[in-house]
Nanobody, 119 residues
Framework: QVQLVESGGGLVQAGGSLRLSCVAS????????MGWYRQAPGKQRDLVAL???????NYGDSVKGRFTISRDSAKNAAYLQMNGLNIEDTADYYC?????????????WGQGTQVTVSS
């Protein structure tokens, strides 16, 4: 079992910043990617940002240039710095992690943290 605990969500005004954190624990042997997806009410869950164990990153188009993902492998943690927030960024943000154990791949999700951007 892999547990992901997110923190850092909240209410912020448009143009403001927030920093999300995600810490992985449990059976995280072979962990590789960590990152974030988000889901707004009535919409599908979309990619925000991912980072691999080697530091390669991938961002959703709508957040490029505004959000930055980073990682502290020693702490099994990932961070999402969100700048220039706008109302369209309002969503539940879910941390995700993936890896391999032998020939098997695993994927885990956190419970989500809410981000609300007000005008």
């Amino acid at each position: 079992q892999v547990q992901l605990v997110e923190s850092g969500g909240g209410l912020v005004q448009a143009g403001g910043s927030l920093r999300l954190s995600c810490v992985a624990s449990g059976n995280i042997f072979g962990i590789n990617g960590m990152g974030w997806y988000r889901q707004a009410p009535g919409k599908q869950r979309d990619l925000v940002a991912l980072i691999t164990s080697s530091g390669s990153t991938n961002y959703g188009d709508s957040v490029k240039g505004r959000f930055t993902i980073s990682r502290d492998s020693a702490k099994n943690a990932a961070y999402l710095q969100m700048n220039g927030l706008n109302i369209e960024d309002t969503a539940d943000y879910y941390c995700t992690a993936n890896g391999t154990r032998g020939a098997a791949r695993w994927n885990a999700w956190g419970q989500g943290t809410q981000v609300t951007v007000s005008s």
